[in-house]
DNA sequence: GTGTGTGAATGTTTTCACAGCG
DNA sequence: CGCTGTGAAAACATTCACACAC
């Protein structure tokens, strides 16, 4: 039924690749399970456990060789290719993420960008120009998109999530402050700054004062 | 320390508070695990042992105040009481979270901002002034503040991070792609849209195409 | 009857510790 | 030697299932 690969293994993929991409940029050829954990702040033993889900690519006595490894995860986590993405609500944030060009260069693309605002559509921002809602589906099945970023006022996220998922999506990177319902196939990747504060106050409330 | 609650659970909190707030919106007075359970898609069980951890706050054959568990939620959380921040580095993003209105509207306000940019120091965003940072040690302990916000280059974040745990810091919204190192008092909790993304596409790659 | 609170059981993740390879 | 890869053990987290309170 399912890959037997724990989650949490895959979450730290990309951890893993944005270390090994700083070590090969500063020309590091060979790296240990002991380094990456310090670099890493975690423990060896976890990193050698991680990576013995998906082979065996390292050299006893010796460590891993940083570019092979790094290929390895790249492929693993499908970091090795350029991912095309749709953005749904063009609103303050939606207009930020657009107009923020770094996206693209580190392989993901937002090719597309849709709102039911009438005033919006046919702008330009980033060099996407908005289309109208009713065009989500064509756009997403013409170029078979796979990520959906979710970027409309609360009260309407469970309705185009709902939409996107309709025309094929199966991840979605949601800005709203709640979990959408999807199908067992889709992901859901929450971007909350404030829930990152709230887990954290519980911790300062036992610090005295203020 | 006798922390004995598992972090998890703490995580798991103040998605407890944000739907019992939207329920007290609503005038539900009375919920139960199972109700809980169905609109935070986890197990009522699940619910009620976590709350176990803190108290008794539900009466049997009926369920929770929605309420009266509101409150000791968010007196637990540490959520009843305004947080005040200072934000360091006013680049783009930094830039975005002081014009941003509603963070005050949740319990959460920057009250100091700071950069190293000469042109920038003296101008006004979103109501509040920027700082030179030399001046950071000096506003952090008067107005005796607890959490930072790191928006500088990702070069300089360790620097950053240092001087702000230097200044009786204890908690650090980080919005670079990596961990900088912090004593084990300190919390940090990253803001990583990327990372989001990231973990997603391992399970699109299974999925054919594009 | 209904739904909490909770030990005990089950499932999952991390860590240990060491054989074995280079 | 040094360091990986990995079963086995330990730690941790979730779910079960039921006594008990309303």
Redesign the interface.
């Known amino acids: 039924m399912q890959s037997q690969i724990p989650d949490v293994v895959?979450?730290r993929?990309?951890f893993y690749?944005?270390v090994l991409t700083s070590l090969a940029e500063e020309d590091i050829e060979v790296v240990s399970s002991q380094d990456l954990g310090e670099r890493?702040?975690m423990t060896p033993a976890q990193i050698r456990k991680d990576l013995s889900y998906f082979g065996k690519f390292g050299r006893q006595g010796k460590g891993y060789n940083v570019k092979q490894l790094l290929g390895e995860l790249q492929q693993?986590?499908?970091?090795d290719?350029e991912?095309?993405m749709v953005l749904v609500g063009v609103g303050?944030m939606g207009n930020?993420i657009l107009d923020?060009g770094k996206?693209a260069l580190?392989g993901?693309r937002i090719v597309a960008a849709f709102d039911v605002d009438p005033q919006l559509i046919g702008r330009e921002i980033g060099g996407v120009v908005i289309q109208d809602i009713s065009e989500l589906a064509d756009t997403i099945k013409q170029q078979?998109?796979?990520?959906g970023v979710v970027t409309v006022p609360p009260s309407q996220v469970q309705q185009a999530v709902d939409r996107l998922v309709e025309c094929g999506i199966?991840?979605i990177?949601n800005y709203a402050?709640?979990?959408p319902?999807v199908p067992q196939d889709v992901?859901v990747?929450?971007?909350?700054?404030?829930?990152?504060?709230?887990?954290?106050?519980?911790?300062?409330?036992s610090?005295g004062?203020?």
């Open positions: 895959i979450y993929l990309p690749t944005r890493l702040q693993i986590t499908g970091l290719r991912w095309n303050r930020a923020y996206l580190r993901f078979d998109i796979k990520i199966k991840a990177l402050p709640f979990a319902r992901r990747r929450r971007v909350d700054p404030m829930l990152a504060l709230q887990t954290a106050t519980y911790h300062l409330k610090l004062t203020t």
